[in-house]
């Protein structure tokens, strides 16, 4: 019925937009990177600052920094990120796209593993 549909589509609304408003407010906390609120889309586009060192060590890696982060991050924890430097974006300016897809209640699970990462990130190549 058209009520059934409804309150599933209200309700599955409802829930991209509380995973959207964790996420960016958890990107946010981050050290050095800046999330526009996400607003009519399932993934966020933060840049990222990275260390030089950072920078250093994806020349030497032969990649994009914003990949080394991603890629690093994907051995440490799992997450996906997909690089910002694959979107065509600004020389000189890091990015990556991530989605709000992960089910509501890991959200927070996804957050901790993401900020222990970052700092631990930061710290080896500060």
Same mark, same amino acid.
């Given at each position: 019925?058209?009520?059934?549909?409804?309150?599933?589509? $209200? @309700?599955? #609304?409802?829930?991209?937009?509380?995973?959207?408003?964790?996420?960016?407010?958890a990107l946010n906390r981050l050290e050095?990177?800046?999330?526009?609120?996400? $607003? @009519?889309? #399932?993934?966020?586009?933060p840049t990222i600052t990275l260390p030089a060192k950072a920078i250093e060590a994806a020349k030497k890696a032969d990649m994009e920094a914003d990949a080394l982060y991603c890629m690093e991050l994907l051995d440490n924890t799992g997450i996906v990120l997909v690089p910002g430097s694959g979107f065509g974006q600004r020389a000189g300016t890091y990015h990556f796209r991530c989605t709000i897809l992960p089910p509501e209640d890991k959200i927070a699970d996804v957050v901790k593993l993401m900020d222990a990462f970052h700092s631990d990130f930061l710290k080896r190549y500060a």
């Open positions: 019925s058209y009520a059934t549909y409804k309150a599933e589509r $209200d @309700g599955i #609304l409802a829930s991209l937009r509380r995973r959207a408003g964790m996420l960016s407010e050095g990177v800046s999330c526009n609120t996400i $607003d @009519g889309a #399932l993934y966020a586009f």
